[in-house]
């Protein structure tokens, strides 16, 4: 009789352990149907617009969330609250060297490096965020539900040196400056 309960505790203990190292599986973002817009703010107002990523996994163990990658392409990067001779010269600026510099660096990657739950759809993530050759740790939250995932972030610029038009480098900008810091909001569909 104990060797029957015995063999039975292990075999408890080794189908336990079996669904909790269950394989991960990732999902491939559908990079059409998902949406990622930035919002950058100056002393005078914002502008907004949108970017697209070329490519992005989210990874999931059973239905927990544990990982993910993307990548940006800033090529793509544009402005959607102005249009004519405006529009095109802002898009060509944060195109230039002096913003996302797209002509040398065509991709932006955001790696994820830890999770942790905050309730039962959402996490909180730290990742490694890298724009301009430059790496540095974002930290964000993100939702999941069913096949869709929702996303905001702040990124400080000047840490993967854009220094354009900021008055933590430059002095007397006055109402020209703008500010470190812009929005990311990710909708994604998997």
Known sequence: MKTIKTIALALVVALGSLSVNAQNVSKKVDVAKSKTTWKGYKVTGSHEGTVALSEGTLIFNGEKLVGGNFTVNMTT???????????????????????????????????????????????????????????????????VYGSKAHAALKVDRTVYDIKYGSSSFITGLGDKAIYDEFDIVVDLQF
């Open 77 to 143: 990067i544009n402005s959607t609250d102005m249009t004519g001779e405006y529009k095109d010269k802002l898009d060509g600026h944060l195109k230039a060297d002096d913003f996302f510099g797209v002509e040398k660096f065509p991709t932006a990657k955001l790696v994820f490096k830890s999770i942790g739950a905050l309730g039962k759809n959402s996490y909180s993530v730290t990742a490694d965020l890298t724009i301009k050759g430059k790496t540095a740790p974002v930290k964000f939250e993100i939702s």
